[in-house]
């Protein structure tokens, strides 16, 4: 009959077994590093993750990141060019992890960071950039959790939406849906249809050409040089348009003033209403201006210029 084991030996075995799965564990852990650095460099506080795919013109970027900001630039080449640039405590880049995968001229790019539970005595900080260069001809759909997304020279349709950042765009061609929760918006130099929001910001555009929705809950609206069809809406702020034509405008804010200056050559209906103030027009018109409201026609009526505030004055200028 065989002897049982001492408590001596027990401990002895066990400790055997424990030396073996910590060096398996960091045999597995050696490989895994190996296999990431043949796609990024970590460097201290530092980590570069680079890829690049052949594509054709016409396809589409999906980027979806829980943290980073994000920028894409059109260039005449029929590559897809990513680089990401991290930097952070060590603990926090080890965390954070980037996916790639192409399908024909689709290009899908993941961002995830590895959430702990027990995270009191560590260092946390982490910022992550995403540089990218597309063919000038390409579609976008962009999404980040925590930075700003910056789009220049870019012609497609581009979709996307940022819960902590700004916009910042230039040079667009196409059908542009973009919003942010919490960050200003900038738009120059772009023609196609665009439809923007923040619920937190100022918005500001300049020579846009086609129709333009501008909509934010808490900022000040600036539009110049504008030739399109016009929307824009705030519920806390001053509204300035400077339009070259007047394709159709309606304008709102429930808490400041709204000025509009349009060519002395234009057509138009007018409808203003100044629920807390005066409406004033220098352009010759034919109609009434009584009690905060103004009901006219311009050059014998066009199309319908629309104007609305519950806080401030009206005030319907010539632009040159």
């Known amino acids: 009959m065989s002897q049982p084991l001492s408590v001596t030996s027990r401990l002895i075995i066990l400790m055997v077994f424990a030396v073996i799965f ?61 680089r990401v640039l991290a930097r952070g405590s060590e603990d926090e880049l080890r965390k954070f992890d980037v996916s790639f995968d192409q399908n024909g001229n689709y290009i899908e790019v993941t961002g995830k960071m590895k959430r702990s539970h027990f995270r009191f005595f560590d260092n946390h900080w982490l910022e992550i950039q995403y540089e990218i260069q597309v063919p000038k001809s390409y579609n ?31 040079e667009l061609e196409g059908n542009v849906r973009l919003s942010t929760s919490g960050g200003n918006v ?10 923007l ?66 060519p002395k050559s234009i057509t138009a209906d007018i409808q203003a209403e100044a629920s807390g103030g005066d409406v004033n027009c220098d352009l010759e018109y034919t109609g009434k201006i009584k009690d905060g409201s103004m009901k006219g026609k311009i050059n014998g009526g066009g199309n319908l210029i629309k104007l609305e505030t519950s806080g401030g004055d009206i005030v319907i200028d010539p632009n040159d």
Not at 140 to 148: I, R
């Open 197 to 262: 929001e923040t619920s937190g910001g100022n918005m500001y555009s300049e020579s846009i050409t086609g129709p333009l929705q501008m909509e934010t809950s808490g900022g000040n609206i600036e539009i110049k040089n504008g030739d399109g069809k016009v929307r824009a809406s705030t519920s806390g702020g001053n509204i300035h348009a400077y339009m070259k034509d007047n394709k159709g405008i309606d304008l709102s804010t429930s808490g400041g003033n709204i000025v509009v200056r349009i």
């Open 140 to 170: 976008l759909n962009l999404h980040t959790s925590g930075g700003n997304i910056e789009i220049i020279s870019v012609r497609g349709k581009i979709e996307g939406e940022t819960s902590g950042g700004n916009l910042e765009l230039s």
């Open 186 to 195: 900038n738009i120059e130099k772009s023609s196609g249809d665009f439809n």
């Open 22 to 82: 910590a060096a398996t564990m960091i045999g597995l852990s050696i490989k895994t590093r190996t296999t990431d650095n043949a796609e990024s460099i970590l460097l201290g506080n530092d980590k570069n993750i680079e890829k690049t795919f052949t594509v054709q013109p016409d396809g589409q970027l999906n980027i979806q990141t829980d943290v980073g900001n994000v920028s894409v630039k059109g260039t005449e080449s029929n590559e897809v060019s990513i």
